[in-house]
């Protein structure tokens, strides 16, 4: 498997606090990815990087936040979580964005109350 | 922005009988579709994938095939097996930086 590891993998956290996931790659991709999944909805793209401090809003990027420092991490920040943020968020990386696959990490399990 | 529509969203065959899902996108720069496999609590993996110079690929019992002029590609499993239950997505990387993906296939293999 690619060297990309997901911290935490479960969390549950109250409305209205923040909330920070991170992706760690030791791979060298330049390309990383958030994704959220849920039923009936698939994985759908929040943000994605494509360098150092280079990101980019997807589909569903209202309430989160994204930063990359270097080439390794690439954190999710929730300002303030909402129970509709409840989801299952994947990170994912890839060498070449027209070329290759996407590796994803593990997943983190998130639940909002 | 690009848009990704994958049918079925479930799919009941038979051990033995073949499965086919469709994916349909909307950018034309496009030119990269690979299709994922999830398992139950398990990450997505790639199972196959095709580029946009290539109108067909192979590997073993799954196959891709790409119709770039009508925008769509499908996932042909053929002699399915039980370990092939699992839900599948197709991915198109965009003309921009983006991989987006279809809602995902559950499928399911009877014995």
């Known amino acids: 498997d690619a060297g990309i590891t997901q911290s935490p993998r479960h969390k549950v956290t109250e409305t209205g606090t923040p909330v920070t996931l991170r992706c760690h790659q030791t791979e060298n991709h330049r390309y990383m990815y958030w994704y959220r999944q849920d039923p009936g909805h698939g994985l759908r793209l929040i943000h994605y990087s494509y360098g150092v401090k280079d990101t980019d809003k997807g589909e569903v990027s209202d309430g989160y936040s994204v930063s990359r420092s270097k080439t390794e991490d690439f954190l999710l920040t929730l300002e303030s979580a909402t129970s509709s943020q409840t989801s299952v968020y994947f990170c994912a990386i890839s060498e070449s964005v027209r070329q290759s696959e996407a590796f994803f990490g593990q997943g983190t399990r998130l639940t909002v109350v | 922005g690009e848009n990704v529509e994958q049918h079925p969203s479930t799919l009941s065959v038979q051990e033995g009988d073949s499965a086919v899902i469709k994916c349909t996108y909307s950018d034309s720069a496009s030119n990269y579709f690979p299709w994922y496999k999830q398992e139950l609590g398990k990450r997505p993996q790639l199972i196959i994938d095709i580029r946009s110079n290539v109108g067909e690929k192979k590997d073993q019992r799954i196959a891709v095939t790409l119709n770039k002029t009508a925008k769509h590609f499908s996932l042909h499993i053929t002699e399915t097996q039980p370990e092939d239950s699992a839900v599948y997505f197709c991915?198109?990387?965009?003309?921009?930086?983006?991989?987006?993906f279809g809602a995902g296939t559950r499928l399911f293999v009877k014995a």
């Open positions: 991915a198109v990387h965009t003309g921009g930086f983006k991989t987006i």
